[in-house]
């Protein structure tokens, strides 16, 4: 069993920042990509934000420059700084993690937190 539990999520206005972490715990090996994926009412999930195993990142266009995803690889734990929030940041954020076992892929998710940027 793997759990993945994401928290940090809230209201905030916009300009506003926010930070969500995601504690990736249970029977894994060796996790490769930890990502934030984030879907807001009416549309479908979009990839936010990802790193790999040894730090390289990859961003949506629209969040680059004010969000910043980092991982501590000791703790199974990946972090998204959100800056400059704008209200159309507003979704569930979940968090995804993936391991390759023995050549297979293994995908897990979080419930996911909600964000909310509204005044």
């Known amino acids: 069993q793997v759990q993945v539990v994401e928290s940090g999520g809230g209201l905030v206005q916009p300009g506003g920042s926010l930070r969500l972490s995601c504690v990736v715990s249970?029977?894994?090996?060796?996790?490769?990509?930890m990502a934030w994926y984030r879907q807001a009412p009416g549309k479908e999930r979009e990839l936010v934000a990802i790193?790999?195993?040894?730090?390289?990142?990859n961003y949506l266009d629209s969040v680059k420059g004010r969000f910043t995803i980092s991982r501590d690889n000791a703790k199974n734990t990946v972090y998204l700084q959100m800056n400059s929030l704008k209200r159309e940041d507003t979704a569930v954020y979940y968090c995804n993690a993936d391991e390759e076992i023995d050549t297979t892929w293994y995908s897990y998710w979080g419930q996911g937190t909600q964000v909310t940027v509204s005044s």
């Open positions: 249970g029977s894994i090996f060796a996790i490769n990509h």
């Open positions: 790193i790999t195993r040894g730090g390289t990142t």
